[in-house]
């Protein structure tokens, strides 16, 4: 499996997915005009990297803001990761937010109480 | 969200919707035990993640929300300053025509100092020239002609008003070089 690398725009946030190292980090701003289109490669990463995926897998998600159409993707990506832990797996997420953005830190509380993944919700510094 | 974008985000629920009418619509099939608990078990789910896409998304908009309420700020402050600054343009405007206008009469007031100075000076140069020549036609009279001529006493008188002039414009052009070398 070949790495996705995606350089950041002020629409749509920075992911990288490599294989080999068991990551997927993405972060930035996430307002794309289509979201599904955007987040397609990553799904498809994940269909593919579900099928031997790494002992470990490390999940980092930095959002500065994202719409509504992408917190369904972000759900999706999620339950995707939720059913490689299933299958026996080790799979961590981090939920990263800034230290003042009170809204992103539940957020992600919030995913944390639907997914069945260790999810860490950490302050940047 | 576009339609076409809702379409395609809920891509896997429009395929849950679409399997339960197929079994539906399909008179052979006789026991929607499984399918049942299956629909339900997706309906679960999906009720789970709307409330979890609803909340998130109303943060999002208060959040939005309260950018555009900083941004509405903002620019009433801004309009505010422009004002205040609209205000102190036109009264400094006010001042530097005032300034200019006393400047002005400043000016007048030095050029009429100047000229009565150079008044003063053509005037006592004047005195004395006409002292001078009135001793001289009066020597000239009195030795050359041998005897006293008014002719040259209505020349004399004649010839003070064009000499005043040419003193007082010798004078001015003098003055006015000087107050220019020192301006400059």
Redesign the interface.
Known sequence: MEKIKIDATNKTPRIELDHEAGLLKIEGRSIPENSFEFYKPVMSWLDEYSKSPNASTLCTFKFEYFNTSSSKCILDIFRKLEQIHQEGSAVVISWYYDEDDEDMQETGEDYKNIIKVPFKVIPNN | ??E??KK?????ESQILVRSREILNNESTVDYKQPYIDLTNSYESLL??IK??T???D??Q??HNQTNERLREINEEFSQQAEEIKAIHEALQTKNAEITARIEELKATKNDLTLARIRKRATSIIVVVAIILLVLTELFDRFVMEGSSWASKILLIILIKPLDNFIMERLKRKEFAQVNISST
């Open positions: 969200m576009e076409t974008e395609t985000v809920f891509e896997h789970n993640d979890l896409l909340s998130v998304s943060r999002l208060k959040k």
